[in-house]
């Protein structure tokens, strides 16, 4: 059975940094791509940063220069470090791993940004 699993959100002061984990099990990892995503209250879901198989990264502008994706194969985890953090970044942040014709979501980790 595959399982996505976030990890590492909480309550930072503007400025401040966290760092996110995604935990995948069940699944070849090295062969996926993994996205985070973000959804603050009311609203749409936002794509935040993506990480392929090979290790190549986007951003979206929103975070470029502040959010670095990452990833260990040998520990089937992708990490999202956030820095310079904003109220605006105030979300939940999901991860979502897709390739060989297939899609995972996990559950999400809430960051709330506040001083």
């Known amino acids: 059975q595959v399982q996505v699993v976030e990890s590492g959100g909480g309550l930072v002061q503007p400025g401040g940094s966290l760092r996110l984990s995604c935990a995948a099990s069940?699944?070849?990892?090295?062969?996926?791509?993994a996205d985070w995503y973000r959804q603050a209250p009311g609203k749409q879901r936002e794509w935040v940063a993506r990480?392929?198989?090979?290790?190549?990264?986007n951003y979206a502008d929103s975070v470029k220069g502040r959010f670095t994706i990452s990833r260990d194969n040998m520990k089937n985890t992708v990490h999202l470090q956030m820095n310079s953090l904003k109220p605006e970044d105030t979300a939940l942040y999901s991860c979502?791993?897709?390739?060989?014709?297939?899609?995972?979501w996990g559950q999400g980790t809430q960051v709330t940004v506040s001083s």
């Open positions: 990480i392929s198989s090979a290790g190549s990264t």
């Open positions: 979502f791993i897709f390739g060989n014709g297939n899609t995972y």
């Open positions: 069940g699944i070849i990892f090295s062969s996926y791509t």
